[in-house]
């Protein structure tokens, strides 16, 4: 089946500093959604993209939809505690008839206050 | 802000029981959706429920698995013999139709552990 690759896998940084995760897979994606999930939560939607180029920003969040369409970043400047959990990106992309939707295995992040 | 509410949020089972986990949707939402999330491990489609019928299905919801919208509101999980590897966080999503149907808004979650 189709796959994301979604990278890094994890990361460790310092308050302050910036953060940048991307997924990027083969086949041609139509909408990107970022997720975040806190420890013991759901998934929270951080940003959605529909257009390749799209360039949208959620606070000190940034996500663009790859000019490919096979590709996505999302960025997090001036990293502060709560910023900590699970990111993961998600793509919908067609399938014969239907428009399947598909995760990355996530990204964690830690950040050292 | 509208929320999609899940029951119970954590349920220890013996392995062989039934059990069902609930889901309230957002009201207006019309696709709704199970998720999987074993501990540590990415989040996995269960399977997709658009007018009164699963719309799409998983591997891993086998005939041990039924989804149901008995009433106007919930939207319930049914793992008719838990295994142990059934053991894990179940979301439940919903989103509304069209432009808005590729946002899922997701739900906290149900833990569930079998013994």
């Known amino acids: 089946g189709q796959q994301l690759n979604q990278s890094p896998q994890s990361m460790f940084i310092q308050e302050g500093e910036d953060v940048s995760m991307n997924c990027t897979s083969s086949?041609?994606?139509?909408?990107w959604l970022w997720y975040k999930q806190d420890p013991g939560e759901g998934p929270v939607l951080l940003i959605a993209l529909y257009k390749a180029g799209e360039l949208t920003s959620n606070g000190r969040l940034t996500a663009q939809f790859g000019i490919t369409r096979k590709d996505s970043f999302l960025n997090i400047s001036a990293s502060i505690p709560s910023d900590v959990g699970i990111y993961f990106c998600a793509g919908y992309y067609n399938a014969g008839n239907n428009r399947k939707l598909i995760w990355g295995l996530g990204t964690s992040l830690a950040v050292n206050p | 802000e509208p929320e999609v509410t899940q029951t119970p949020s954590h349920q220890v089972t013996q392995m062989g029981q039934e059990v069902i986990l609930r889901c309230v949707p957002i009201?207006?939402?019309?696709?709704f959706y199970w998720y999987r999330q074993i501990l540590g491990q990415k989040v996995e489609f269960l399977v997709s429920f658009y007018n009164n019928e699963i719309s799409e299905k998983s591997e891993i919801f086998d005939d041990q698995f039924s989804v149901e919208r008995p009433d106007g509101s919930n939207f319930t999980l049914k793992i008719r013999s838990t295994k142990l590897e059934d053991s894990a966080m179940y979301f439940c999503?919903?989103?509304?139709?069209?432009?808005?149907?590729?946002?899922?808004?997701f739900g906290a979650g149900s833990r569930l552990t079998v013994l």
């Open positions: 009201s207006n939402h019309l696709y």
């Open positions: 086949s041609i994606f139509n909408t």
């Open positions: 999503a919903s989103s509304s139709q069209g432009y808005g149907a590729n946002v899922l808004t």
